[in-house]
């Protein structure tokens, strides 16, 4: 047999460096990103790139790269990042997730489109995670802290900096705009801009700072790698340290019968198939990592870990003493979301007195609306249920609250089961 020839040699030696190559650059453009909708209020809608446009968006829906994103009257919406980051849509709002990627050092990259409407981004900037937002014809790249708020129309468009320093790039070149300044861009004119020193305020302004806090004051002490969901777990239930099983997490107002996965649903992803969401407010963490145990006495607790291991249907311990909803995705054949049981209301009236029962497990309880959550996790316990003086939700006129947050019922006739395992955990940490 002849030797192969040094110009073989060569060509085998290109053709090797070509595919590590685009190995690399495959690795380098990663779209292995899941982001979440981690508030829906009103008309909001989703289209997940499956071919079939826009269907009603439910909470914890997954969002990933090609995704769109829009809100009618009175649709209100927020995405949630990895980590913690928030991008916040108001009414008449439509945005674009065109990249959910990663680059070659391993940070995340995303890069969204305002389509039109009005937007609030609050970019944490954690790790060297990266954001792109392009807006009219502008566009914008944090790799720091920030906040604001931008607004885009035909003819004009406004940027607004709560916090941190933004630099736009657009037809009239660059302009830095800092902290409690405005960017005002005349669409008409190549945007052309002028920057003033007072931003105005917008009517749901209140809205995004009172989400802001509500992230900042219940995602400390997390544990987990991930900043995503944590401040929902901390809001609506407690850790335990269980002996025998180690730290567990249990939402509050379990009560008997519960089980993780009797309400959610099925939304169908390309290049992943059919992702469960969890209909809970604060149901992303529990089924995206880790997994869910029947535990004797206190009943189904999820146990943090399996960082590494990104899951598109939840892990559990199969129990012979306990029902659980089969996690089972729709066999159709279709694309569409799949509803199982309930999904979280979207809208929720402005000022009412709210019944919260054993075994509703924090469905129906709107985000920061309830003072001392585990306080009225014991009454719940003792007695069913228990009616609580809410606010309205965040960013509309509030009744006052006390401190208590709840009254007690004279009677329990009617109500959800009594729940008989005892209630776990500690009150979620307090802002200072």
Request: proline fraction near 6%; aromatic fraction near 12%; hydrophobic fraction near 35%.
């Amino acid at each position: 047999m002849s030797n192969p020839s040094p110009s073989k040699i060569g060509l085998v030696f290109v053709s090797v460096a070509v595919f590590l190559m685009c190995s690399l650059s495959a690795f380098a453009t990663s779209q292995a990103r899941i982001v979440r909708l981690s508030d829906v209020q009103g008309s909001v809608q989703i289209d997940k790139n499956t071919g079939v446009g826009f269907e009603n968006a439910v909470i914890n829906l997954p969002i990933t790269q090609g995704t769109q994103l829009r809100t009618g009257d009175g649709g209100r919406a927020e995405v949630e990042f990895e980590d913690g980051s928030a991008l916040r849509l108001t009414p008449n709002t439509t945005v674009e997730f065109s990249s959910l990627g990663v680059n070659e050092s391993g940070d995340r990259v995303s890069k969204v489109n305002l389509v039109e409407g009005m937007a609030y981004v609050n970019w944490l900037g954690k790790n060297s995670e990266q954001i792109t937002l392009d807006f009219a014809r502008e566009q914008v790249s944090l790799n720091h802290a920030a906040h604001f708020r931008v607004d885009a129309s035909p003819e004009i468009a406004n940027l607004s900096v709560f916090k941190g320093e933004v630099e736009v790039e657009g037809p009239a070149g660059k302009v830095n705009v800092d902290k409690k300044k405005t960017a005002t861009f005349d669409v008409s004119q190549d945007d052309k801009y002028t920057a003033e020193n007072k931003i105005v305020e917008a009517p749901l302004d209140s809205w995004d700072k009172e989400a802001s806090a509500y992230h900042d004051q219940y995602s400390r002490n997390n544990s987990s790698p991930y900043g995503y969901g944590a401040s929902d777990l901390n809001y609506y239930g407690a850790y335990s340290n269980v002996p025998g099983y180690g730290m567990m997490w249990q939402p509050y107002f379990t009560g008997v019968g519960w089980d993780p996965f009797m309400d959610g649903a099925w939304g169908f992803y390309p290049g992943y198939g059919y992702m469960f969401a969890s209909a809970y407010p604060w149901g992303w963490m529990p089924y995206r990592y880790g997994s869910w145990m029947m535990v004797p006495g206190f009943g189904w607790m999820w146990q943090p870990g399996g960082w590494n291991s990104w899951l598109t249907v939840p892990r559990y311990t199969p129990s012979a003493t306990a029902h659980v909803t089969a996690l089972v995705p729709p066999t159709n054949g279709g694309v569409k979301t799949v509803t199982v049981g309930r999904v979280a209301p979207t809208t929720t009236a402005l000022s009412s007195r709210l019944t919260v029962n054993s075994g509703s497990a924090g469905f129906g309880v709107p985000r920061g609306s309830v003072q001392n959550m585990s306080h009225l996790n014991h009454q719940v316990a003792r007695t069913g249920f228990a009616q609580v003086r809410s606010s309205a939700p965040m960013g509309t006129s509030r009744t006052s609250e006390r401190s208590s947050g709840f009254s007690a019922p004279r009677s329990n006739a009617g109500s959800a089961p009594v729940s008989r395992a005892p209630s776990v955990g500690h009150s979620a940490p307090s802002h200072k």
